[in-house]
């Protein structure tokens, strides 16, 4: 059983010095002022009033879900709305329990009441949190030991990712001016850095201990730190880079460490899988793994060193391994599609349009700087995604650049 504390309401506090209506403090939190887009089923838009991005999907029997940011306070908030919940009470503690298939959350919502809208929020939560919500796949909603809605949340680990993409362009639009169509980001990428540290992906090459990753995981850090599952980390030492390639080389104390074979014909079509370690914030500390398909030979602008893919990353993925259905490593992972760009262009979300640069660049850079890589054959008939997953769990690494 997961128990989360009774949740604090700071962000919806009414405070003594407001004098308009009451019911108005909560209800611009769940105002869509830009619509960014729709993926599977939920729609994306961008709240000014609360400074982030949220997402929200209407249900048969009128229950909106709503889950998004405040870009303010790096914080998340849940909500459910329904014309037909006539009795709640605008400012009112509710308690409410929730049930997953993965156990069970208990918290404090607030009751929001605008015309004829009828509501519950929560916020302050940890992002964290809203990720396991939204990952559960189905959640019953319980109020006084009865139950007001129990809800598919089909698509909604979907909406999460464009959610993050959304809360990203709005950070890089603070920052920068706009940026041109079709640009891409290297964050399939670095987590941003945050307290002067950031973190990326990477995986072993040679038998000496060497680590490939990405040249901007590691541009302008300090210090290098890798650390490999089930181990302390150790600090790393840069070997050489490649920045038009975007690619680099670490030496690290790890001996002898499981190697895997690199696959230099890599089909398009074919099933590909990324392990990594993205948003190490949020996701789980031992790694992730996603599944997908090589959809194109080349990347952006016929790029031909790249391999367009479907299969999901997310910031802290980059230089992580791309590997096929033979445990063979067939390329590194890059970059994503800005898709919050695209879809101010497009007025539609791209799903999944991510890149990785081809094994055969990856090879050249190391023979070039003498990386002895083993000549391992790769398994003869196809694995299972979950022994890829147990394989790519022994050679990938974490790597923070502080």
Known sequence: MRVVRPLVLGALAISSAFCGPREATAWPMLS??????KVSGWSIGVSRSMGGCLAAATYQDETTVWMGFDGEKDEAFLAFTNPKWRSIEAERIYQLVMLTGRGRWKGQFLGLAH????GLIASGLKKGFVVDIARAGGIEVVFEQKRIAKLSLSGSSDAIGAMIDCQKAIVEAKAESPSPKGKTIPDGGSTPRRNGTSSGTGFFVSDAGHVLTNNHVISGCAEIDVAKFGLPSLRARLVATDVQNDLAVLSTGFDHPMVPALSLKPRVGESVYAYGFPLPDLLAASGNFT????????GLGDDTRMLQISTPVQPGNS???????????VGVIASKLNAMTVAKVNNDIPQN???AIKSTIALNFLDSNGIVTPTGTKNATPMDPASVAEQAKMYTVHVTCR
């Open 32 to 37: 869509v002022d830009k619509t960014m887009g």
């Open 115 to 118: 015309g004829d809208h009828k």
């Open 291 to 298: 599944v997908g398909n090589i959809t194109a030979a080349a």
């Open 319 to 329: 230089g992580g391994p791309l590997i096929d259905q033979y445990g063979a490593v």
């Open 353 to 355: 349009v991510n890149f």
